[in-house]
C-alpha cells in the first residue's frame, strides 16, 4: 500500500497547537548524541533527517543543521542543488558565530492558504497595519511587527556569510491578492538580520517575498553584494504586489549596497529609523 507522507498543509493544525516547542525540540534531539561535532564542518539539513523535496516540512531538520553550525562552525549548506526545503516562517530564528550559511539549493515557505488560514492579523496593539487596538504609547516602531515574522531570521550573531547561488522564496502572490484589500493580514519577510555585526550576504536570489524581502534591523558592518531580489508580477498598483520593499534598512549603520539588481512593488531600498552611514551604489 501507498505511504501517506504529511505536508506542511495536511499538518497545520497540529502545528499550530505549539507549533515553536515542537520544532525547537526536533532540533535538539536531531543533535543528541553528537556532542564532538563528529558530523564535521560542513552539515547540510540532509544529515538531520530533511527529505528536501519540497513537500514535507523540513523545518526542525534546516534548523538542527543551523544550530549545529552554530555549535560547531564551518559551513551549513542548504542544499545540494536541486534541494527544496520547506519551512515555516518565524521558526529559523537563530544566533551564530563565525558561519557561512551557503545557500546552494531553495529555502521556501508556505502558501497564505497553509500558513495563515484565518487569515490572522498582527499582533495586537503593534500599529503594523491598522489592527484592532493600535496604541503608539509604546513608541516601538510598528517596523518590529511588520517584520515579526521571516524565513531566516538571524539575530544576535557576529562574523556571518550567507552566499548563493541558491535561491530563498515564498509563493508572494498568494498574499499580494489578499493583502492588497486587506493588509491587516499578515505575512512574512524572507531574510532578516537583527542586532547583529559583520555579515556579508552575497550572491544569493530572493524571489517573491509576502512582505519586506530583506530586513537589516539594529545591525552594524553588514555588507550586501550581487544581490538578485525579485517579484515574479511586473503589475503595480492595487493588482501589484504592495509592501514588498527590496531591502529595508532599519536603525542600522554601516550598511554597503552593491552590485545587485533589486524589483518590487514598492520601495526597491528604504532606509528608516535613524540608520546612519548608508552606502548603495549599482
Not at 556532542?35 to 534546516?62: H, K, N, Q
Not at 547561488?165 to 509563493?171: C, L, M, Q, T
Not at 512593488?265 to 552606502?279: A, L, M, Q, R, Y
Request: with cysteine; proline share 5%.
Amino acid at each position: 500500500p501507498a505511504v501517506h507522507r504529511p505536508t506542511l498543509a495536511s499538518t497545520r493544525a497540529v502545528q499550530a497547537a505549539d507549533t515553536g516547542h515542537n520544532l525547537a525540540k526536533a532540533a535538539d534531539d536531531g543533535l543528541k548524541g553528537d556532542e564532538t561535532c563528529s558530523l564535521g564542518l560542513e552539515v547540510d539539513p540532509t544529515a538531520f533527517g530533511a527529505r528536501g523535496d519540497g513537500a514535507e516540512d523540513d523545518t526542525a531538520a534546516v534548523l538542527a543543521a543551523l544550530r549545529y553550525g552554530g555549535r560547531c562552525g564551518g559551513v551549513v549548506v542548504i542544499g545540494p542543488r536541486g534541494r527544496q526545503y520547506l519551512v515555516s516562517p518565524g521558526q529559523l530564528q537563530v544566533e551564530l558565530h563565525n558561519v557561512t550559511i551557503r545557500v546552494e539549493g531553495t529555502l521556501f515557505g508556505p502558501s497564505l492558504k497553509v500558513w495563515n488560514p484565518e487569515l490572522g492579523s498582527w499582533p495586537r496593539g503593534s500599529c503594523a497595519y491598522g489592527e484592532s487596538g493600535c496604541s503608539f504609547r509604546n513608541r516601538r516602531s510598528p517596523e518590529f511587527a511588520r517584520s515579526k515574522w521571516a524565513l531566516l531570521h538571524l539575530q544576535n550573531s557576529t562574523n556571518i556569510t550567507i552566499q548563493g547561488p541558491g535561491v530563498i522564496r515564498a509563493p508572494g502572490n498568494t498574499y499580494w491578492v489578499i493583502r492588497n484589500s486587506q493588509p491587516k493580514v499578515r505575512g512574512y519577510c524572507l531574510l532578516k538580520i537583527e542586532h547583529c555585526m559583520d555579515v556579508r550576504v552575497l550572491a544569493i536570489r530572493i524571489v517573491d517575498s509576502p512582505m519586506y524581502q530583506v530586513v537589516i534591523m539594529h545591525s552594524s558592518a553588514v555588507t550586501l553584494e550581487r544581490l538578485r531580489i525579485t517579484v515574479s508580477d511586473n503589475a503595480l498598483g492595487d493588482s501589484g504586489p504592495h509592501n514588498t520593499d527590496g531591502v529595508s534598512i532599519i536603525a542600522s549603520q554601516g550598511v554597503s549596497l552593491r552590485e545587485s539588481h533589486i524589483e518590487s512593488g514598492d520601495d526597491n531600498v528604504v532606509i528608516k529609523e535613524s540608520s546612519k552611514n548608508i552606502h548603495v551604489e549599482s
